[in-house]
């Protein structure tokens, strides 16, 4: 009897450990690890996807790699997957726009508060483009 009693004992505590693994990553990931606001002052293109110009706000859902980053803005939700890189500098938050042939595109986002920063894709241009019109401007909207 002893020894039953002894094992169902051990089951329930193996069970509420399970769950408690289980359950404390997803509450702890419920939070968003970072939120705030920014003003495009133009059409940009951020991963393949075109954003007017207007006020938005973001929300990143968890620092965990590879991040999942929630744009609001006037023409609804987009959601944005990227890696990042951990490196705390001086700056404050700020969104990198380089702009060039008329184009704007995202470079890079930085969360202060995290001490991250997150790099995107932009198309290279051909050789001849970038010897005829020389480097592309940045601009740093915080």
Not at 41 to 49: A, I, L, S, T
Not at 73 to 89: K, P
Request: aromatic share 6%; net charge positive.
């Amino acid at each position: 009897m002893k020894t039953n009693r002894t094992r169902i004992l051990v089951i329930v505590a193996l069970g509420l450990l399970a769950a408690s693994a289980w359950v404390g990553p997803a509450a702890a990931q419920s939070g968003a690890a970072c939120t705030g606001s920014f003003t495009l002052p133009d059409e940009v293109r951020w991963q393949g996807r075109v954003m007017p110009a207007g006020d938005y706000t973001f929300v990143l859902k968890s620092a965990a790699l590879p991040a999942q980053i929630e744009l609001r803005g006037r023409n609804g939700v987009v959601v944005l997957m990227t890696s990042g890189l951990s490196i705390r500098d001086k700056n404050q938050q700020s969104l990198i726009i380089e702009r060039r042939s008329g184009t704007s595109y995202v470079r890079e986002l930085y969360l202060a508060p995290i001490g991250v920063h997150f790099h995107y894709l932009v198309p290279k241009r051909p050789k001849e483009e970038l010897l005829a019109k020389g480097p592309p401007r940045t601009e740093r909207i915080q």
